[in-house]
């Protein structure tokens, strides 16, 4: 079976560079724009790996995951656009339902029934603070409008 990623290297602004791998070549491309500090030419590439077995790599960035750390965001208003970015592109035909469970001291988010992320409590916020980030996503699927008088 093959798998496709796709990765992009980004300058630390320190001499040296880092990866990081995404499932979607899309999304690699769109928050490789975004990076203040990047290349002058995109630097997305792919890798495809052959294997009879599932793979894991801890670090991958999935559109599920980006959403739920746009959610998670203590400020949730600064990513709007980002928010709505993400699922006007991989959810166009519906939003996900995302149910939050509590484990000792952390939220396990489930996205369609799949468990994508465990998030630390390290805010010590109540399950009910927390959750309703997640709540009503379709409020963000269209782009703010403000009305004048003139």
């Known amino acids: 079976m093959k798998h496709n990623i796709y990765y992009v290297i980004f300058d630390a602004g320190d001499g040296s560079v880092y990866a990081r791998f995404y499932s979607n070549e899309e999304l690699a491309i769109h928050i490789e724009e975004k990076q203040y500090e990047r290349f002058a030419e995109s630097s997305v590439s792919l890798l495809t790996i052959e294997s009879k077995d599932f793979i894991k790599i801890e670090e991958l960035v999935t559109p599920e995951k980006y959403l739920i750390s746009l959610?998670?965001?203590?400020?949730?208003?600064?990513?709007?656009?980002?928010?709505?970015?993400?699922?006007?592109?991989?959810?166009?035909?519906?939003?996900?339902?995302?149910?939050?469970?509590?484990?000792?001291?952390?939220?396990?988010?489930?996205?369609?029934?799949?468990?994508?992320?465990?998030?630390?409590?390290?805010?010590?916020?109540?399950?009910?603070?927390?959750?309703s980030r997640f709540e009503n996503l379709e409020r963000y699927r269209y782009e703010k409008t403000s009305s004048s008088d003139n």
């Not at 952390?106 to 805010?123: A, C, H, P, T, W």
């Open 71 to 131: 959610l998670n965001d203590y400020d949730v208003s600064v990513n709007e656009n980002e928010i709505r970015y993400v699922l006007n592109t991989f959810y166009s035909k519906h939003c996900p339902e995302i149910k939050i469970h509590q484990k000792k001291d952390e939220f396990q988010v489930f996205m369609n029934g799949v468990l994508i992320e465990e998030v630390s409590n390290y805010r010590k916020e109540p399950l009910e603070k927390f959750s």
